[in-house]
């Protein structure tokens, strides 16, 4: 019983391509988030949805898009791909202001 | 802007000593604290979270905060080998849904 869970783990493509990432968390938190790992193992935040609501869009190129259909589920659709998204994407949630976050298992994108 | 400052490492140290971690913050408002352990090629666990000035102490991990000089620690007594990875420390501002991290600091126990 995976609290957060990612798919796909590895996501191999072509430049040019559009893709997308699912999270779905089962911990009954409100907040979700997603960040980004480069290769440095900077993890950088880019969203972040509270109750489905976004409450933070860092500086993301808007080929980025994420959707929040329930406040268990928050995906991410990437258009155009670059070779520079390569990266390990991390979906995470928490129950709220103040408190820690708990990550899924990550993506490693690699784009070709 | 808020940053969370570690040194990269690696530390290192024989196996059975006390690692010792840092993490220094520049934002005064910052609430919670959370140190965070990541294997290689593995997600961030979460390992400690400390809200209040002092010392919380769980099994061999200790994180001590001291806010007035806006730095955060994190104590590993009897260091084991499994106790290799990067170590990430994340931090909130009051009233924030958002914890910054640093860039983590690696730790090396060697036998």
């Known amino acids: 019983d995976t609290a957060v869970s990612q798919t796909p783990k590895y996501l191999v493509t072509q430049m040019g391509n559009d893709k997308s990432i699912k999270c779905e968390q089962n911990?009954?938190?409100?907040?979700m988030y997603w960040y980004k790992q480069d290769s440095k193992k900077f993890l950088k935040i880019m969203f972040s949805?509270?109750?489905?609501?976004?409450?933070i869009n860092e500086t993301v190129p808007n080929r980025f898009s994420p959707k929040s259909p329930d406040k268990a589920h928050l995906n991410l659709h990437i258009n155009s791909l670059e070779l520079g998204d390569s990266a390990v994407y991390f979906c995470?949630?928490?129950?709220?202001?103040?408190?820690?976050?708990?990550f899924g298992q990550g993506t490693r994108l690699t784009v070709v | 802007q808020k940053e969370v400052e570690q040194n990269s490492g690696p530390l290192s140290v024989p196996e059975g000593a006390i690692a010792s971690l840092n993490c220094t913050y520049s934002?005064?408002?910052?609430?919670?604290f959370f140190w965070y352990r990541q294997y290689s090629g593995k997600s961030p666990e979460l390992i400690m979270s400390?809200?209040?000035?002092g010392d919380k102490e769980d099994g061999r991990f200790t994180a001590q905060l001291n806010k007035a000089s806006q730095y955060v620690s994190l104590l590993i007594r009897d260091s084991q080998p499994s106790d290799s990875a990067t170590y990430l420390c994340?931090?909130?501002?009051?009233?924030?849904?958002?914890?910054?991290f640093g860039r983590g600091t690696s730790l090396i126990v060697h036998p």
């Open positions: 995470a949630s928490s129950p709220g202001m103040n408190t820690e976050a708990f």
């Open positions: 911990l009954g938190h409100d907040t």
């Open positions: 949805y509270n109750n489905k609501e976004l409450i």
């Open positions: 934002d005064r408002v910052s609430q919670s």
């Open positions: 400390i809200y209040s000035n």
């Open positions: 994340a931090v909130k501002e009051g009233g924030s849904y958002i914890p910054t």
